[in-house]
C-alpha cells in the first residue's frame, strides 16, 4: 500500500462532495440517515441521478459501461455517499448478479440485462437460500426439469432481500438430482412476474419488510435464461458469494452508524461519560482498523471479478460484528425513544 497523500485522489473526493451536495435530494438523505430500510423510489431515483453522470456502477469495467474507477476510488466514493445520506442502489443487481452476466452470461443476455440494470429500470432479488439450505447451500432443492425450450421450476425460496421489489431474480436451481449435490445445480434468470411466482414478506425484528419468501410452482423458463453450461450454476454461485462477502466489510456504513452514535451521545450529554466514551472509542479504533483491513485487501486484489477472493470473508464477519456492537450502543443511547416505530414507513406492498 501507499501511504503518501495524492493530489488526485484528494480532487476526486471533492469531485464527489461536489455532485453529492449538488444532486443527493434532501429528503432522500434524511430518510438514509435515520436508519430506514430504503424505499424502491429512493433506489430507482438515486440510480437514475447516478446514471446522469456515469456513476451507477462504480466497480464495472469500461468495457460495460462503468467509470473504471480503482479500488480505491471506488472505496472512497461509496464512503462519501454513505455519510451524505444517499440511498443504496439495487445490490443484487449491480454487485451480485451483473458481474456473472458480463463475465459468463451470453452475448444476448448482456444486451438484455446490463443497460438496464445501469439505468435503475430493473431491480433483481437472490434466489439462492432455502429452508434447510442456508449455509449448506448445495443442499437445495428447487428443481427445474426440462420440458423442450423451457425448465418447469418447483420449489421455494427464502430471505430473499427486496425480492417483493424485484423484476427479475437469479436462481440456483437443481437441474439434475442424481448428480453430486454441487454438480447438479444451474443458474436461471427467471421473470419475476412469471405465471407461478407467490411473494410472501418475511417481517423482521425491527418491523420492516425486506425480506420475503418466494414460491415457484410450475414456473417456465425459457432455457435461453441459463447463465452458462447446465451443472455450472456452483462455480457461478461461489463467485458470487465471494463477491457478495468481498463488498460486505460495510466500513462507509458502519461509518455513518458511528456518526449517529456519536451525535446522540453528544446531544444526550453522555460523550462526557468516561465510560460511555471508552465504549464509543473501542468502536472507532476497531472501525479504523476495519477500514485498513479493507483498504489493504483492495490494494492486494482489486475488485469484483472472475477469481475467488477468501479474504472477504473474514471482513464481511468483523464488519457485521462492528454493525452488532455500534447498534447494540444506539439501542442503549436511544433508551426508551429506541422502541418508537415509524408506521408510514412499514411497506408491505408488493412492487412498490
Ligand atoms: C438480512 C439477510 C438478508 C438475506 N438475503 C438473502 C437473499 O437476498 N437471498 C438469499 O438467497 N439468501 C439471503 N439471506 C440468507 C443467508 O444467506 C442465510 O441466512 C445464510 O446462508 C445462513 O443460512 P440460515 O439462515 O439457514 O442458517 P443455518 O445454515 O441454519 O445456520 C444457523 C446457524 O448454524 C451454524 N452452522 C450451520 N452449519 C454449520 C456447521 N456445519 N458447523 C457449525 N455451525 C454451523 C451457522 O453458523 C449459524 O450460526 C439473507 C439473510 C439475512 C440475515
Known amino acids: 500500500m501507499n501511504f503518501d497523500p495524492d493530489p488526485a485522489i484528494a480532487a ?23 436508519g430506514y430500510h430504503a424505499l424502491k423510489s429512493d433506489m430507482v431515483a438515486w440510480t437514475r441521478i447516478l446514471h446522469a453522470r456515469g456513476w451507477s456502477a462504480p466497480h464495472w469495467p469500461v468495457a460495460h459501461d ?19 445520506g444517499a440511498p443504496p442502489t439495487c445490490a443484487a443487481a449491480f454487485s451480485l448478479v451483473a458481474p456473472v452476466i458480463y463475465s459468463f452470461g451470453t452475448e444476448a443476455q448482456k444486451r438484455r440485462h446490463l443497460p438496464p440494470i445501469l439505468r435503475g429500470d430493473t431491480f433483481w432479488g437472490q434466489g439462492f437460500s432455502e429452508p ?61 412476474r ?16 425486506s425480506l420475503n419468501e418466494v414460491f415457484f410452482d410450475d414456473v417456465r423458463v425459457p432455457v435461453e435464461n441459463r447463465v452458462g453450461e447446465e451443472g455450472q450454476g456452483w462455480s457461478f454461485g461461489k463467485l458470487l458469494l465471494d463477491n457478495e462477502r468481498a463488498f460486505s466489510a460495510e466500513v ?27 465504549r464509543i472509542a473501542e468502536v472507532e479504533v476497531e472501525l479504523a482498523a476495519l477500514e485498513w483491513l479493507t483498504l489493504r485487501a483492495l490494494a ?13 470473508s473474514v471482513l464481511h464477519v468483523l464488519g457485521s460484528e ?14 426508551e425513544r429506541g422502541v418508537v416505530a415509524y408506521p408510514e414507513h412499514h411497506d408491505c406492498t408488493a412492487g412498490q
Open 12 to 34: 476526486f473526493r471533492s469531485e464527489v462532495r461536489d455532485f453529492l451536495r449538488e444532486q443527493l435530494p434532501a429528503d432522500m438523505a434524511r430518510r438514509t440517515l435515520r
Open 66 to 84: 462503468g467509470p473504471g474507477w480503482s479500488p480505491l476510488q471506488r472505496h472512497l466514493f461509496e464512503e462519501e455517499c454513505a455519510v451524505a
Open 132 to 192: 434447510g439450505a442456508g449455509s449448506d447451500l448445495a443442499s437445495l432443492r428447487t428443481r427445474a426439469e426440462r420440458d423442450g425450450d423451457h425448465y418447469i421450476v418447483n420449489g421455494q425460496k427464502s430471505w430473499t432481500t427486496e425480492g417483493h421489489y424485484a423484476d427479475w431474480l437469479f436462481v440456483l436451481v437443481r437441474t439434475d438430482p442424481q448428480a453430486k449435490p454441487q454438480r447438479g445445480i444451474s443458474f436461471l434468470l427467471i421473470d419475476a
Open 194 to 209: 412469471s405465471s407461478g411466482i407467490t411473494v410472501r414478506p418475511i417481517i423482521s425484528i425491527d418491523d420492516a419488510h
Open 252 to 278: 462507509p456504513r458502519n461509518k455513518r452508524m458511528l456518526a449517529r452514535l456519536k451525535a446522540i451521545a453528544g446531544a444526550q450529554g453522555l460523550i462526557g461519560d468516561p465510560v460511555f466514551a471508552q
Open 300 to 312: 492486494e486484489h482489486g475488485s469484483a471479478a472472475a477469481t475467488a477472493w477468501p479474504a472477504g
Open 322 to 335: 462492528l454493525q452488532q456492537k455500534t447498534g447494540a450502543l444506539l439501542v442503549e443511547v436511544l433508551g
